[in-house]
C-alpha cells in the first residue's frame, strides 16, 4: 500500500510540474469566454462590477468580479450557449445571450447609468427542487417547505430514493448507504444538523471507484450551505410548532475582494413524545405466558450548531478554504414504563411500573481545510483537503421497576424490584485527510487519481450501579457496564480512466483500500481484538450510449463494502425490561457487488424519466439476529429476548426504481419515485424473502399572490427480516408558503407533516421460544410556523471610503446572481 500511495503522489507531482510550461499551447484550445466593461458615458473601465454567467434556464453556473481595468473572462467553459448577467451598483443590469464555442471574446461591453429603466431581457427561472443525472440524483433542500425547521432527519425523508425510519435509520433501495457531510465522514448524527444549514442532498446508488468503497446502497452527501456573491448578505430564520418545538437561525456571508467570509448559527428545540407497546407470547416446556409492556415518555433534542470560515482566493487559480463548525446540546429521553404479565389466558396476574429515563450531552467539533487550484487548460484540476471531527459526550441513565399484584400492592416475588443509574462518557476522533487530480487528456478523456486515509479513536466508559434489595447498597454491575476503546484506520488509492467514441464513453476505475481494527473491553480480562484486512480491490466500470433526442442508456458495476460500526462491534448489553441489545466484536465486513442498467430521458427539458433495473449480491452480509437468552442482573436471572447483529450466508436483490419530474405546467411540477424489489436472507437455518416496494411523490404549485404549495406523499410496503417483518408505513405532508414585497425577500411558511397521523413503526419477530410484536408511535402530526428574512448588499467597496451616491448602495432581496 505505501509503495502505491508513494507511486501515485510521484504521478500527481510530476504531471504538476509541467503545467505551468503547457498551459500557453492549452489556453488557445480551450472554451472561454472574454470581454471588458466600460462607462457608457466617460468610457473609463468599471472596476469590480458582478458578473455572473447563467445556464440557459437561468440557474448560476459561475461568477467573478471584473478587474481594475475592467477585463473579465471564464476560462474554464463548456462550449454551449450561455447568458451573461453583469450587476453594479448604479448601473442598469446587463443581459445578454452568448455562444460560446472555443474562445468567444464579446468586446467592449458599456454599462449605462440605472436612471434610465431596463426594457430589454427578462429572464425567468429558478433552480428546480429536484435533478437527475445518469449517475447521480440532487435534492436542493431550499425548495423543500416540509422540512423548514427541522434536521437533517426530516430533510432526507423528502428525498426520493430515501426511506428514514422512526430512528432516524437511512435506506436506499433497502439498504445501508454512507452518509458523508461536504463529501467527508463526520461524527455529527442527523439530528444534530439544522435543516436550515443544508444546501442540498445528493444521491449516488451506484458509485464509482472515485467514491468511498463504503455502504452497499451508494452513497449520500449532505451539502451544506455556503455562497460567495459579492457584498454582505445574510438570512435569518424563525420558528415555532404544535409541539412546542422552536428554531431559530443566522446565515452571514461577507465578501470583499479575494476574501469570503462565512458565518451561521442555529438554535433548535426540539420536542417528540412517543409511545411503545410490545406484546409478546413466552413459550416454555409445559406452559404458555405473555407479556404486555407500555412506555410513554417524552424525547427532546435541545442543541446549538455554529460554523464559521473564509475562502481566500489568492489569484484565479488558487483558493484556500477553512472553516470551523461547532456543535453542542442536550439529547434527553424520559420515559414511564408499564408492564403486565398474563397467563395462559391473556388473563393480568401482576403488573409492574416504574421509570427508563437517559440524559445525554454532547459536543463536536469539525475543523476543515481545503486547497484547489484550476490550470488553463479546461478540466484540470488539483484538490486537496484536510477534516477533524472531534465529539465528547457524557450521558445518565435511571432505571427503575417495581412489580404489584392486581390488588396494587407491591410483591418482590418471582420478580424482584430493579433500581440502577448509570454514568457514562465517551470521544469520537475521526480524521480524514484527502488529494484528487483530474487531467484531461483530450476533448473526450480524461485521467483521475487520488489518496484518501481516514482514522477513527472511539473512547467509552459507562458504569452501572443497581440496588441490593438486602443491604440496601448500590454495587457495581458488571453485566451492563464497559470500558470500551476501539480505533480504525482506512488508507485508499484510486485510478479511473474515462474516454469516448462518438456517442459511446466509458470509464474504468479501481479503487484499493486497506483496513485495520483494534477494539478492547478493558473491564474485562483479555476481551480485546485485533482485526488487519489486506488490500481489498473495488474496481468500477461505467459503459454509457447516447441516443438522438436527449437519452441516453447507462450499464455499471462496482463492488462495494460495508464495515461493521463501532456499535455494531461494542459487547456491552443495553437492557430494556425484557429486552436487551449488545454488538458482536466478531462480526465482520460484507462485500457487495452491484449491478445497474440505467435509462435517462429528457422531454423538452420539462420532463425527465430515470429507469434503473439493479442487483446486488451479498455474501457474509450483516443482519440483526434475535434469542432467548438468561441475563444475570443486580444477582437475578431475567429472561430476555436478546438483539445482535450476526453476518448470514448472502443476501441477494434484485429491483426496479423509477423516477420521474414532469413540469405539468408553468407553475406546477411533480416528483415521483417508486421501487420495486425482492429480497432474500439467507442465514443457515434462518431464512427469509419476500417482494417490497417504495413510492414518493412530491408535488409543487407556485399559486397567485406569491404562494407556493407542496404535498409530499410517501408508501413504503413491509420489509423483510430473517426473522420476522416490518409493517407498511406511509405518510403525507403539506406546506404552502408566501413570499412578501417586491423582492420577495421575507417569506412565511406553514407546514403540516403526516396530516393523517398515519406514521408508525410496527414490526413482528419470531424466535424459537417467542414471538413478539412491537409498536411505537412518535408525535408525527406536527404543524409548522417559520418565518425567513433574506438581506445583503451587492456592494464590492463595503470597506472602502466612497463619494457622492456611492455610499448608500442598493439593497438586495434573495439572489441576485
Known amino acids: 500500500m505505501r509503495k502505491i500511495v508513494i507511486l501515485l503522489l510521484g504521478w500527481i507531482m510530476g504531471n504538476s510540474i509541467h503545467v505551468q510550461a503547457q498551459q500557453q499551447q492549452q489556453g488557445e484550445s480551450q472554451a472561454a469566454l472574454l470581454g471588458k466593461l466600460l462607462d457608457d458615458k466617460t468610457g473609463k473601465p468599471v472596476e469590480y462590477a458582478s458578473v455572473a454567467l447563467l445556464n440557459p434556464d437561468s440557474t448560476v453556473l459561475t461568477g467573478m468580479l471584473s478587474k481594475p481595468n475592467g477585463d473579465f473572462d471564464f476560462r474554464q467553459l463548456k462550449p454551449g450557449n450561455y447568458i451573461l448577467k453583469i450587476y453594479f451598483i448604479g448601473y442598469q443590469t446587463h ?7 472555443r474562445t468567444t471574446d464579446v468586446g467592449n461591453i458599456r454599462l449605462k447609468s440605472a436612471a434610465t429603466a431596463l426594457n430589454e431581457v427578462e429572464v425567468v427561472g429558478e433552480k428546480p427542487a429536484f435533478t437527475m443525472e445518469i449517475d447521480k440524483r440532487v435534492f436542493n433542500v431550499d425548495k423543500n417547505l416540509a422540512s423548514v425547521g427541522g434536521t437533517a432527519t426530516d430533510v432526507l425523508r ?7 425510519d422512526i430512528d432516524g435509520n437511512v435506506s436506499v433501495r433497502n439498504g445501508s448507504p454512507t452518509i458523508f457531510i461536504d463529501g467527508r465522514p463526520s461524527t455529527l448524527t442527523l439530528d444534530q444538523i439544522p435543516a436550515d444549514a443544508i444546501a442540498s442532498v445528493e444521491v449516488v446508488t451506484n458509485p464509482s471507484a472515485k467514491y468511498d468503497a463504503e455502504g452497499m446502497s451508494g452513497i449520500l452527501n449532505i451539502v451544506l450551505k455556503k ?8 438570512l435569518i430564520t424563525a420558528g415555532i410548532s404544535t409541539t412546542e418545538s422552536t428554531n431559530a437561525g443566522i446565515d452571514l456571508n461577507l465578501r470583499q475582494g479575494k476574501i469570503n467570509f462565512f458565518v451561521n448559527y442555529n438554535l433548535r428545540d426540539r420536542k417528540s413524545p412517543m409511545k411503545t407497546h410490545m406484546f409478546r407470547k413466552n413459550i416454555d416446556d409445559d406452559t404458555t405466558t405473555y407479556m404486555d409492556q407500555y412506555q410513554d415518555g417524552d424525547f427532546g433534542r435541545k442543541f446549538q450548531s455554529g460554523r464559521v470560515g473564509f475562502d481566500w482566493f489568492i489569484d484565479n487559480r488558487n483558493t484556500i478554504t477553512i472553516s470551523q463548525g461547532i456543535v453542542g446540546g442536550d439529547f434527553n429521553n424520559m420515559n414511564e414504563q408499564t408492564i403486565y404479565d398474563l397467563d395462559i389466558h391473556q388473563n393480568r396476574v401482576r403488573y409492574a411500573s416504574g421509570r427508563n429515563d437517559s440524559k445525554r450531552k454532547f459536543r463536536n467539533y469539525t475543523s476543515q481545510i481545503g486547497y484547489k487550484r484550476t490550470f488553463a487548460k479546461e478540466g484540470r484540476e488539483l484538490t486537496a483537503d484536510f477534516t477533524y471531527n472531534r465529539a465528547n459526550s457524557e450521558n445518565r441513565d435511571d432505571y427503575s421497576l417495581q412489580y404489584y399484584d392486581m390488588q396494587h400492592q407491591p ?5 424482584q424490584p430493579e433500581l440502577r443509574y448509570a454514568n457514562g462518557n465517551g470521544n469520537t476522533s475521526y480524521m480524514t485527510g484527502q488529494i484528487d487530480f483530474v487531467n484531461p487528456l483530450s476533448e473526450t478523456s480524461k485521467l483521475e487519481a487520488g489518496l484518501r486515509t481516514n482514522s477513527r479513536t472511539f473512547n467509552n466508559v459507562l458504569s452501572t450501579y443497581g440496588r441490593d434489595f438486602d443491604s440496601g447498597a448500590f454495587l457495581y454491575d458488571s453485566a451492563l457496564s464497559n470500558d470500551y476503546h ?9 485510478v479511473s480512466y474515462t474516454g469516448a467514441f462518438g456517442n459511446f464513453g466509458f470509464q474504468t476505475g479501481l479503487r484499493a483500500e486497506q483496513s485495520f481494527y483494534s477494539g478492547e473491553l478493558r473491564n474485562v480480562k483479555d476481551a480485546n481484538y485485533k482485526i488487519d484486512y489486506p488490500i481489498s480491490l473495488f474496481p468500477s466500470v461505467f459503459l454509457t450510449q447516447k441516443f438522438k433526442g436527449d437519452h441516453e442508456m447507462q450499464l455499471n458495476y462496482s463492488r462495494r463494502i460495508r464495515r461493521p460500526w463501532f456499535r455494531d462491534l461494542l459487547p456491552n448489553i443495553e437492557y430494556n425490561a425484557n429486552s436487551a441489545e449488545r454488538g458482536n466484536p466478531a462480526l465482520k465486513p460484507e462485500f457487495t457487488n452491484s449491478f445497474e442498467l440505467s435509462y435517462l ?6 420532463h425527465n424519466i430515470l429507469a434503473s433495473v439493479y442487483f446486488r449480491n451479498t455474501p457474509n452480509a450483516i443482519t440483526d439476529f434475535f434469542v432467548d437468552t438468561v441475563l444475570n442482573l443486580d444477582g437475578q436471572e431475567r429472561k430476555v429476548v436478546l438483539e445482535y447483529p450476526i453476518n448470514a450466508s448472502v443476501r441477494n436483490s434484485y429491483g426496479l426504481e423509477v423516477t420521474m419530474r414532469n413540469q405539468l405546467t408553468k407553475n406546477w411540477d411533480v416528483t415521483t419515485n417508486v421501487n420495486f424489489a425482492q429480497t432474500k436472507i439467507d442465514a443457515g437455518a434462518l431464512s427469509n424473502s419476500g417482494f417490497v416496494w417504495f413510492g414518493k411523490i412530491n408535488s409543487n404549485t407556485k399559486l397567485p399572490w406569491n404562494l407556493t404549495l407542496q404535498v409530499t406523499g410517501e408508501y413504503e410496503s413491509k420489509r423483510i427480516e430473517p426473522q420476522g417483518e416490518d409493517a407498511p408505513e406511509y405518510q403525507i405532508d403539506v406546506a404552502v408558503k408566501k413570499d412578501f414585497f417586491k423582492k420577495k425577500n421575507f417569506s412565511v411558511s406553514l407546514g403540516l407533516n403526516d396530516i393523517f397521523n398515519w406514521d408508525r413503526d410496527l414490526s413482528y419477530t419470531r424466535t424459537a421460544f417467542s414471538e413478539s410484536e412491537r409498536y411505537r408511535k412518535r408525535v408525527s402530526r406536527e404543524l409548522r410556523l417559520n418565518v425567513s428574512w433574506r438581506f445583503g448588499k451587492m456592494d464590492t467597496n463595503l470597506f472602502k471610503r466612497k463619494r457622492g451616491n456611492d455610499e448608500g448602495g442598493d439593497n438586495m432581496g434573495g439572489d441576485d446572481f
Open 95 to 101: 443581459f445578454q445571450a452568448v455562444a460560446v464555442k
Open 158 to 164: 423528502q428525498v426520493p430514493s430515501v426511506n428514514v
Open 227 to 234: 455562497n460567495r456573491r459579492a457584498g454582505l448578505n445574510g
Open 411 to 415: 410483591i418482590n416475588s418471582p420478580i
Open 486 to 494: 476501539y480505533t480504525e484506520q482506512i488508507n485508499a488509492a484510486y
Open 601 to 606: 430521458k429528457d422531454f423538452d427539458r420539462k
